[in-house]
């Protein structure tokens, strides 16, 4: 290499040795200097190794190429390719196995001298040295020698040749090669076939040969350019690259006519393409004058039946050092590391880091990859771990069938978990609106049933200027307080809060003792004292003292209402004006704001934020006027829009507002679960077709699809239909015949004309036993099964072939199956098919299609063909 640039090598067996090689070859021993200092006389690669020099052999002049002996024996056996044509074993460093050492010195000489290109030891047979030379006239360029040949003509004299440890010796020069190839024409680069032992590929003048050495007088070739550098892809035998000027070609054996793939080009000529011997599909490309390795990652993304497609690049580029780089070697077992050399012989010792590739599942597992490793990222479990992430509630819920329960509305909290105030809320407050909405529709259909729907808002709306109030006694007291009249609309408004039953009575007797039942004492006294029954509060307090959950302190606050007093400079009426707030539950807090407050001013008890929607809109309705409670709903409802409390549905129930309300909770939670069910629960028609109520709902079903909740989610289409007609999709794909064109399905269900029954088709009158083995629109037969050869249409239980146990047998199966069996069902690709039980069995166990002859992969085309449904996954 003698005026050319230095180019560098591994040894292919001794991880820790490389040669550097332009005017001589020098033999270097790579250190770790991790744990140590760098020795005197050692130079620098990296950070953490060093380079010493343990040899160097000067004695083949004008050296062309080089190539490193691939057999563990000898070690440092190399072939040398000189400009003259000649090929020389030398070794560096002294080698004492005397079996190979009549090897060192050997020369292997053309007829005609001209330059040496390139050298290839073939991976198979280790004795065989392939050369690629110059052309010449009537001579051959690509010579194939047996390195272990003892052939020398008797006209060909002994030479001397020196030896770098200074001896000298006799050696035989061989003159004739094992094979010999290309004729008239020149050989810039070649390699062997790891698949062949003699299949050779060579980069020719202006075509790339595949030389197959059983019989040389044919060989295999392309026209190109692309011709110097061919180098094949360790882990893909078949993928060859090849480089002219700029431009890298990809080529696929298999498909030899023409480049698969050809790389970006460059401004500058390329001088080398390497693939990774560690790492599939990268290959690394050096242009002139540049301190820059350009990477091509090529990634194949294979079709479902088999076939590849063109591989997708991923290109990137490293800067291994500062200075140009004059060439590059990859390490042959250490991953994507690589070692450069500077024209000057600066070397530096790099390692290519990968890509980190992320990806976050539907489940919200963690995972990226790095290199060969794969890392999974997993939550550590204790005691105090945050809130679950909303993708894992709305999981759980989903698995559970939330929101799917239509008659008793209120237990999809409770499939929800029961753990979220607002959404008991919200459900019951739906429950109420089902259930009001229905009685109302009884007793005068038309009437007031969608005013349920739009919430209390609309409901106290309507009856604006209507209600007198009038003063009503207490309960244990010698007091009287100002009520509101109840009229129809106050009525529903308080059955809507859960205060009171349907019907006339307006008794909170029932919803107390409920209270009291599961355990919410303060509540149950403080809507008591609402409804001016102090003795029944106090009541209330007492047994929540005596319960085994209760709390003690209630006995001290039913003594302290025990001593109400209505005088307003009283005593008690100062110590419960200061000292309720220091209450820790709100109920108790309202319940002396609501003793000590004057007579139509009860803000303590109305702007008790942490007190339940409903029953502050309860209490409103009872005791503010009409003016007074149209402008609290008002405020509520705005409040409650602004913070996306789902306790607002109330308030603004499933109207526009109530849109408005939702948006605000998905962009605080993210719930689109919730809003989805909430808004088909009895929404009219223009609010369902409000573009977010279809965004939340679309969302919802990608979601359910990307978790393989394909059930659920043809669930929640069912129960979409059913609540929203105008969302239910038209047949978009029916059985036509192959004849008149018809559907045999919508024939079927039609009226038959001219009195004539489908028994005249093939359709008998019992269910268990109904076939449509022929075309109701022009009688002609249809297709066949292609397993059971029978016409479609026929049940699979009456298909011939079985005995009649068999027969019961397979007829209780298809009950269980809503006669699935019986479905139509073909391939697209090639158009065969039959009954959807006999497909299913036959691609159970076989992969092609069931007709001669034809190879379709039927089952492999359906890219979730192998998918499992996750519902049945434990989360």
């Known amino acids: 290499m003698s005026g050319t640039k230095p180019d560098i090598l591994w040894a292919p067996h001794q991880v820790d040795r490389f040669v550097v090689c332009d005017s001589e070859l020098s033999l270097y021993h790579v250190e770790s200097t991790v744990n140590s200092e760098l020795k005197a006389g050692s130079l620098r690669l990296s950070e953490d190794s060093a380079a010493t020099l343990l040899s160097i052999n000067s004695d083949t002049p004008y050296m062309k190429c080089v190539a490193w002996y691939l057999n563990y024996d000898p070690e440092c056996l190399l072939a040398v390719g000189q400009a003259n044509g000649r090929v020389v074993l030398t070794s560096l460093g002294q080698d004492h196995n005397s079996k190979f050492k009549d090897l060192i010195g050997k020369e292997f000489v053309p007829k005609h001298a001209r330059q040496c290109n390139t050298l290839a030891w073939n991976p198979l047979d280790s004795n065989w040295l392939a050369a690629g030379l110059d052309k010449h006239r009537a001579d051959f360029s690509v010579l194939i020698w047996d390195i272990c040949s003892k052939y020398t003509p008797d006209i060909v004299p002994m030479e001397k040749v020196r030896l770098s440890a200074g001896e000298t010796e006799t050696t035989l020069l061989v003159t004739k090669p094992l094979y ?3 004729q008239n024409d020149a050989c810039l680069s070649l390699c062997w076939l790891p698949r ?29 350019k692309a011709v110097q550098g061919v180098t094949v892809d360790p882990y893909f035998h078949d993928r060859v690259a090849s480089f002219y000027e700029g431009q890298v070609a990809i080529w696929d054996l298999r498909k030899f006519e023409k480049p698969v793939l050809t790389l970006t080009e460059q401004p500058k000529p390329l001088t080398k393409v390497a ?27 294979p079709t479902p039946i088999g076939d590849e497609t063109e591989p997708t690049i991923i290109e990137r580029s490293v800067q291994p050092c500062d200075n140009f780089i004059a060439s590059f070697a990859w390490h042959p077992t250490s991953q994507n590391r690589m070692i450069v050399v500077t024209p ?55 698995l559970s069938r939330y929101g799917l329960d239509t008659e008793q509305v209120w237990r999809n909290h409770i499939l929800a978990g029961n753990d979220d105030p607002q959404l008991k809320s919200l459900w019951y407050t739906l429950h109420f609106m089902k259930q009001y909405t229905e009685d109302m529709d009884q007793k005068s259909p038309g009437n007031k049933g969608s005013l349920v729907y739009a919430g209390i808002k609309s409901i106290v709306k309507s009856s604006l200027g209507m209600v007198e109030s009038s003063r009503h006694n207490w309960s244990g007291l010698d007091k009287q307080t100002d009520i509101q009249n109840l009229n129809e609309e106050r009525i529903l408004a308080l059955q809507l809060c859960g205060w009171i039953k349907k019907g006339t009575d307006v008794d ?23 409804n001016l029954d102090i003795r029944r509060a106090i009541q209330i307090l007492n047994e929540g003292a005596s319960s085994e959950k209760g709390d003690l302190n209630l006995n001290v606050v039913a003594m302290a209402l025990s001593g109400y007093t209505d005088e307003k400079n009283s005593l008690w009426r100062e110590m419960c004006s200061t000292l309720r707030l220091q209450l820790n539950n709100p109920y108790l807090c309202v319940m002396f704001a609501f003793l000590t407050s004057e007579a139509g001013s009860y ?68 719930d689109v679960q919730t809003a989805s069910y909430c808004m088909l629960q009895g929404s009219p028609l223009d609010v369902l077709k409000d573009e977010r109520v279809q965004y939340w709902i679309e969302n919802y079903r990608t979601l359910l699809d990307a978790w393989r909740f394909w059930h659920k989610r043809a669930e929640f289409d069912i129960h979409r239909s059913k609540l929203d007609p105008s969302s239910k999709p038209l047949a978009q794909v029916f059985v036509s015949c192959n004849f008149c064109g018809k559907s045999i399905s919508y024939s079927c269900s039609a009226v038959p004309h001219q009195g004539r029954g489908f028994s005249q088709y093939g359709v008998s009158g019992s269910p268990t036993k109904s076939k449509v083995t022929s075309c ?13 050869l029978i016409n479609m249409g026929t049940p699979v239980s009456s298909c011939p072939g079985g005995s009649k146990s068999d027969e019961k047998v397979d007829l209780s199966k298809d009950k269980k199956l809503a006669q699935f069996n019986n479905w139509f069902t073909w391939c697209h690709n090639c158009r065969h098919g039959g009954h959807a039980g006999h497909m299913l069995s036959w691609f159970r166990d076989h992969a092609e299609c069931p007709v001669s002859a034809c190879t379709c992969k039927c089952m492999q085309l359906d890219t979730t063909g192998n998918l499992v449904p996750a519902e049945t996954v434990q989360p």
């Open 344 to 398: 000057n012989r600066t070397m530096s010792d790099f390692t290519v880091f990968e890509r980190i590739s992320l990806a976050w599942s539907p489940i919200t597992s963690l995972m990226w990859a790095c290199g060969r490793h794969l890392y999974e990222c997993a939550e550590e479990e204790s005691d105090n771990s945050l809130e679950k992430d909303i993708a894992t509630k709305m999981r759980l819920r989903a």
């Open 180 to 182: 010999e190839l290309g």
């Open 508 to 530: 909170v007797g029932p919803f107390l003792n409920s209270l009291v039942q599961e355990g919410e004492w303060e509540r149950a006294a403080a809507v008591a004292l609402f």
């Open 196 to 224: 062949d032992q003699k299949l050779l590929l060579a980069g020719m003048h202006r075509n790339l040969a595949i030389f197959d050495l059983r019989n040389t007088s044919q060989k295999m070739f392309v026209n190109t």
């Open 603 to 670: 803000d303590g008890v109305l702007y008790e934020n942490k007190v339940a929607v409903r029953d502050r809109v309860a209490f409103a309705c009872k005791f503010l006027s009409d003016a007074q409670l149209n402008r609290y709903i008002e405020k509520l409802t705005n409040e409650m829009k602004e913070a996306g409390n789902l306790e607002g549905i109330l308030l603004t129930g499933l109207t526009k507002d109530g849109v408005d309300l939702m948006e605000s909770y998905v962009d605080r939670t993210g």
């Open 275 to 301: 693939w990774c011997p560690t790492r599939t599909g990268l290959l690394a490309t050096l242009t002139r004058d540049s301190n820059i390795i350009r990477l091509y990652d090529m990634q194949h993304t």
């Open 776 to 788: 109701p629109g022009c009688r002609k037969p249809l297709p066949r099964c292609a397993l059971c």
